[in-house]
């Protein structure tokens, strides 16, 4: 190394890198795990403009205008994100671009921070528009750039796979010029209005480009052969391919796929032909295989990988290992450490100590409230000891669903049961549920946790909060205002450090004859902005052990044995904030700020 | 030169990802291959957190399996034997004493396991275990755990110590420069070599 040129970068740092050197000037997005860095990276450069969108489908329609106008432009999201933004992406599929337009989408194998493990593999096939799948960060770079290139030269939208590995992962990349290739917007009835007579000239334009996409596939420079030992060859993609380099360095052949849609036949038939078996190693669904036996050609696959969660050297050293697709003296070794006898407590994710969410899980579970979630930091809501929220599903669907339960049980369920959503969440897909509820009219209660962020994926602004990505004062949507805009005549704000005032009105709002809107109002307790209070201390010798404190789950509170041997409550003065959430439930005033003069 | 591989473990919020971050840079400033594998997202919030660095002449993988851990650099007592089995037989745990509760044990649904580091012995493991929480507030902060961890760390390299502050310098805010190379002596100084 030592070239100026090369930085160890993150893949989706690298993937903005990419952007920027193509010459991206519109980017806009919505956060997801494992996509967000590729946005808040490339919002670092002055040249390029950038946005968090309120759901990715406005984020993609948004880069879609920017390409119309022959603007590069990039919108980016997770799996999930993708399924939002799809109707607009089956359609670009058929109008095709102006400027390029590339689409990053970010799965999560193994689910570190997803709902579901959808392949959007799947997509790209039913979109048919290609999708390339870097491995490293160094190929993220370039096929960035590359794929600027494909969207241009073949008039389509492109897809830009990234995986946790590859988008966590740093590795090191060679950085190069940027260039801004500029076009004028030219107006195209044909191509851009999608009313029946104009799609069904489109469609097959479609179905050609995927031949001539093809072709490009087998000759360019996306896929390559890596021959080697030639008892097995293994088709791979994106952090497959890295497993199945470290277990077996060049002792098997490799066709290492950059381009996962469409494949390249006559490529893949011609490895095939040079190998005595062929194996596909890729994450979650058999893709490639069911594509290679649709050929003719026989194949392994999941009879000896698994379908679900991801994969490691380990797991591909071992399944490949016992297929008996290798001779005896190929079979990779199994590393193997030592393990303890003693049983490890588990470490699940908690809500953070001083999260304006506990309290108010707290006065929900105290209410013995049905309560149906949403996707956030909140969702921690189903964790014991709250063990709140009892439905998550997708974005929005707290209110979407709080509907439909409230109108089936024909109004029984209405005064115990609430949606619980973040606030940009609800500038997400709650909005239209809350519509809803406010044309087909079901007595139904929505809370808004409203931290003033977006959380989970590591302080992104949105709508609501009055800032923009660059962190500069931006249009701030009212909540309230927008609720009674909506026909809600009970919209009431609650502080959630008040467990009291979130009780009375929680009872009132389930109790009133008509729909509500409660805020559960504020922000995330790990912002910067936010001034806490010196940590809370117990007073042992007025703790009386009752751990009335411990129902809320917080991690700075903990039970150990007092100086008198009993069980007494400890606060961990590194997490507390002082919040003050456990000392209104504690009998006795045990708990008093640490900044209280010591009695004597 | 063959991989070699560091763990770093710990509870989500400690700041492993800036030790990782600072392993990076340094061993890229090195000439090695480098490939170093984050955690974001949900696990970020108190849950068990591990991030893989990984170096050498060409780096495939992005992560460390059982058995292949040269380093487990723990910032938590409980994680260092959570994560034991990514240990090569002959590898190094260096951990900080600080034991953090996590949920089961706090609502009482399980128990912190006693004399851990006693055990990790037994199992046969080399273990460097020191008390990152007080050098790191002996230093002036809490938060400097991660830096005190990776003095301690800097030991098993022959790395000389002016590489090691350019990497520091390289991941650490100016303004906590000087905290953090007192960190960074405190740790080197303590424990077994």
Known sequence: MGNENK?????????????????????????????????????????????????????MEAAFGASLAGRRSFCGQKHVGLNVAADPLYTMSYTGVNAGMVIGVADDAGMHSSQNEQDSRHHAIAAKVPMLEPSDSEEALCFAKLAFEISESFDTPVLLKMCTRVAHSQSVVTLGERTVP???????????VMMPGNAKKRHPFVEERTRKL?????????????????????ITASTSYQYVKEVFGDSVSVLKLGMTNPLPEKLIRDFASQVDKLLV????????????????????????LPMIDEFSQNLIAEKI????????EEIPVVHKGRELSEAIPVRPPVMCAGCPHRGLFYTLKK?????????????????????????????????????????????????????????????????????????????STVIILDNSITGMTGHQQNPTTGYNIKGDPAGKIDLE???????????????????????????????????????????CALLKYVKHNPPLRVKTDKCIGCKSCMRIGCPAVSMKPGPDGKMKATIDNTLCVGCGVCAQLCPVDAFVSSAAPEEV | MNTKNIMIVGVGGQGSLLASKLLGQLFQMQGFDVKVSEVHGMSQRGGSVV?????????????????????????????????????????????????????????????????????????????????????????????????????RLSHYFDISEDVWMEALEKVVPARFLEMNKLAFALGKAQGQA
Request: charged residues 20%; aromatic residues 6%.
């Open chain 1, 481 to 523: 205002a927008l609720c009674r805009a909506m026909g809600f005549n009970r919209v009431r704000v609650v502080d959630p450090y008040n467990l009291q005032e979130c009780d009375q009105v929680l009872k009132e709002e389930l109790a009133a004859a008509e729909p509500s809107v409660i805020i559960s109002r504020r922000p």
């Open chain 1, 182 to 192: 500029v076009k004028d917007y030219v107006k195209d009835i044909a191509k851009y």
């Open chain 1, 7 to 59: 930085r160890l970068l993150l893949g989706n740092a690298a993937v903005a890198r990419g952007l920027y050197e193509a010459g991206v000037t519109f980017i806009s997005s919505y956060p997801g795990t494992p996509s967000t860095e590729i946005t808040e990276e490339a919002a670092k450069f002055d040249e390029i403009y950038c946005e968090w969108a309120p759901n990715e489908k406005v984020a």
């Open chain 1, 281 to 304: 190693v890729e994450e979650l669904d058999p893709i490639i295989e069911n594509h290679v036996k649709a050929m003719g050609i026989p194949v392994h696959g999941k009879d000896v």
């Open chain 1, 321 to 328: 290992g016992a297929s008996g697709l290798l001779p005896a």
């Open chain 1, 214 to 234: 093809i072709a490009y596939a087998e000759e360019g420079p996306l896929n390559r052969v890596e021959m080697g030992g030639t008892h097995l060859g293994i």
């Open chain 2, 51 to 151: 991030t893989y660095v990984r170096y050498g002449d060409k780096v495939y993988s992005p992560v460390i399996d059982k058995g292949e851990a040269d380093f487990i650099v723990s910032f938590e007592l409980l994680e260092a034997a959570r994560w034991l089995p990514y240990l090569k037989p002959e590898g190094v745990i260096v951990t900080n004493t600080q034991q953090i509760d996590p949920m089961p044990v706090i609502t009482g649904a399980a128990a912190y396991p006693e004399d851990l580091v006693a055990k990790m012995l037994e199992s046969g493991a080399r273990v460097d275990a020191l008390d990152c929480l007080k050098l790191a507030e002996q230093a002036g902060s809490s938060k400097a755990v991660n830096i005190v961890l990776l003095g």
């Open chain 1, 367 to 443: 209410n013995r409230c049905t309560v149906l979630g949403d996707i956030g930091c909140y969702t921690l809501g189903a964790v014991a000891p709250l063990s709140s929220i009892e439905m998550t599903l997708c974005m929005g669907a707290s209110i979407g669903a709080v509907h439909g339960f409230n109108k089936a049980t024909e109004g029984e369920s209405e005064n115990h049961t609430v949606a619980v959503i973040g606030d940009s969440t609800f500038m997400h897909s709650g909005m239209t549920g809350l519509a809803n509820v406010a044309y087909n009219q079901s007595n």
